[in-house]
């Protein structure tokens, strides 16, 4: 297998604001990713998963750790290309869509490619096949507020695909979701990563991350356990997702 992602005991330290305090939120967090995973990140709120995402996203640094996409590290990315480096290798999905309300849909899908200088003709060869399989192309010319909840996930995820992302990071992708949208949306991603697209998921959803191929745990900044879905029924898979998480909060050993 290739790895597409390389995180070697990263550590993010954060100074508060007078100075006085330090907060530890990462504290040595390795794991790798391979080429065509699709991994969920599970913790309780303050476990350090958010800022770990923020750094893979490259929207925040480590305090000390390599991590590496596709070989290349991103501390060697000069600051004015790290949007550059963002857009072109990465996709994002977020919990509240992030659509802007002044763009139709077909507009804000087509955003990163119009930053990216690509022509009309290329980003549109690139968006009818994606909004064929989302089911979005009789939304294109409609505004995000005319839309459900559900159609605008799926912009949003068309949005990340079309640049041919090495990774695409998902952001609590169902929280705002109904439970009808959350299944459709859980079942796209499971065909889009099994198309070969590498998904790292921040979520904590247990269903949602029943769809993953493998669990990671965080818990006080650190990796606390790992789960592989493996040839296990989804029920399954879901039940040890389920008691992982008990013996998470409630401090007690892995069996």
Avoid at 33 to 54: D, F, P, Q
Avoid at 69 to 87: P, W, Y
Avoid at 163 to 182: F, H, Q, R
Avoid at 210 to 228: C, M, P, T, W
Wanted: aromatic residues 8%; charged residues 25%; glycine residues 8%.
């Amino acid at each position: 297998m290739v790895s597409i992602l390389e995180v070697n005991d990263v550590k993010k330290i954060y100074t508060t604001r007078f100075g006085g305090n330090k907060v530890e939120a990462l504290k040595s967090v390795s794991f790798v990713v391979e080429k065509g995973e699709y991994v969920a990140i599970m913790g309780e709120s303050g476990s350090g998963k958010t800022t770990l995402l923020n750094i893979l996203a490259s929207l925040d640094k480590p305090t000390s750790g390599i991590i590496k996409l596709d070989g290349k590290s991103l501390s060697d990315i000069k600051e004015k290309n790290i949007s550059e480096f963002r857009r072109d290798n990465l996709g994002f999905v977020f919990q509240d869509f992030n659509l802007l309300d002044t763009f139709s849909i077909e507009d804000n899908i087509y955003l990163p490619l119009v930053l990216a200088g690509k022509t009309y003709s290329e980003m549109n060869s690139r968006l009818i096949p994606i909004a064929e399989h989302l089911g979005i192309i009789d939304i294109l010319k409609k505004y995000p507020y005319e839309v459900s909840g559900g159609q605008k996930q799926r912009a949003a995820v068309a949005r990340a695909l079309i640049t041919n992302p090495k990774l695409v990071l998902a952001d609590e992708p169902t929280g705002a979701l109904d439970s009808k949208s959350t299944d459709e949306l859980l079942h796209l991603f499971n065909e889009i990563n099994q198309k070969g697209q590498t998904i790292l998921m921040v979520t904590h959803s247990v269903k949602a991350a029943s769809h993953a191929n493998r669990v990671l745990f965080i818990k006080d900044g650190e990796v606390f356990n790992q789960i592989y879905r493996g040839d296990k029924s989804r029920e399954i898979f879901y039940q040890n997702i389920s008691d992982t998480l008990t013996v998470l909060v409630t401090g007690g050993g892995i069996k």
